[in-house]
Structures are given as structure tokens and as C-alpha cells.
């Protein structure tokens, strides 16, 4: 969770992303009832953009200050649908109970003890509301080494699952094929997936 990283990464080229919303995201959320969602690792806006457009008011944060003003140059169709805000969520958490969705696409949320900023992820979602967490399937990654991160200090899906507590019911927790092919130089041909409800009444994560 590094800003001077991300912000360089951006500039390095005009465009990170394809900018389509992601295959999961669309998958898991069309049809459910739009109300205000909390977009994750935003980047430069394709799923914040698709939510706006399926009906959701978005709060989409990242931790990169190029990432969200390259997102707000390319959305203006969605001015007043979308908030563009910087975020560290090692630092300080969303909101608790504001969001009906809670997307988090690819985050590369830190493993820490305690879990506090996993806790305060959860906590964002609102009693009946769906947190949908997504990552990329370990076996696809390359050694460590040549990644030059550990993906075992991240959160993965299924680990996310497992800490959910008794005010949850967990819908989707499996390994499923990409829908879009993987984004060039990587092998990602699957994702690990986790859609979880938090029971109405419940306020914590």
C-alpha cells in the first residue's frame, strides 16, 4: 500500500487497464437492487463506471492519486454518481453500514495480525448487504521470486471466508475460469471468488 508506487506505475503508461468492468463483478452483481456501492482498488474506473451505469452510486477508492484523476477524466457521464476519494485502508477504514455492495476486484489488502483492516473492510457492509472479493487463483502466479511480492501476505478469498463470522452467509467461495482473457505477460486463468451476505440486524465485521 504504497501511493509514490501506484502513482508511478500509472504514469508509466497512458493506460493501465482495459478499462471494461471486471468479469466477476458483472457476473455476481447484475440483478441485484442498485444502492450505494463501495468500489476498491478503483484504478482507473471500469467497474466503478459499470456500477454507475447498472444504477449504483459508487464511492470508488484508491490508493493512487493518478489512478482516480485519469478515472474522473474518462467518467464524466457519471459526475454525480461517482465519488472519486483517495484512500489507505491500512490507515483509516471506509465508513461501517454505508455500502449495500462492497466490491473488492484484485486488492492486494496486507495480512496483518488482528485483522484490523480486514475488520473495518467488513464492517463498510451494510446489515443485508453482499461483499464480493476476488483474487487471482495462487496456482496461476509465478514463484515469488520472479513476482518480486510474496502473495501469501496478502488476503486471499477463501482465507477471508473462513474469518466471516456468524452474521454472515457465505454464497460463492470457489476457484472459476477467468471470463476475459488474461491481461498480457501474465497467466491468470482463473479467479478465486467470494460472495458473502451480511444477515440483516448485524452491524460489525
Partial sequence: ???QLWDERYRGQDQLFSGNPNGVLVAEVTGLAP???LDVGCGEGGD??????????????????????RAAASSTDFAGEVAWTRADLTRTPPPAGAFDLVSAQYF?????????????????????????????????LPPKEELGVDPNQYYRPDEIAG???????VLID???PRTAAAPPG??????????AVRHPGTADG
Avoid at 50 to 65: C, E, H, K, M, N
Avoid at 108 to 137: C, K, N
Avoid at 163 to 169: A, E, M, P, Q, R
Avoid at 188 to 195: G, I, M, P, S
Wanted: without cysteine.
Fill in 163 to 169: 474469518l466471516l463470522g456468524d452474521g454472515w452467509t
Fill in 35 to 37: 444502492g450505494q456501492a
Fill in 174 to 176: 470457489e476457484t472459476r
Fill in 1 to 3: 500500500m504504497d501511493q
Fill in 108 to 140: 492486494p489488502l496486507p495480512r496483518e495480525t488482528g485483522h484490523r483492516a480486514l475488520h473495518g473492510l467488513l464492517a463498510a457492509v451494510a446489515p443485508g448487504g453482499t461483499l464480493l472479493f476476488v483474487g487471482h487463483s495462487l496456482a496461476d
Fill in 48 to 69: 466503478a463506471r459499470w456500477l454507475a451505469g447498472q444504477g449504483w452510486r459508487v464511492t470508488a477508492i484508491d490508493i493512487s492519486q493518478v489512478a482516480l484523476e
Fill in 186 to 195: 501474465t497467466h491468470h486463468a482463473n479467479d478465486t471468488v467470494l460472495r
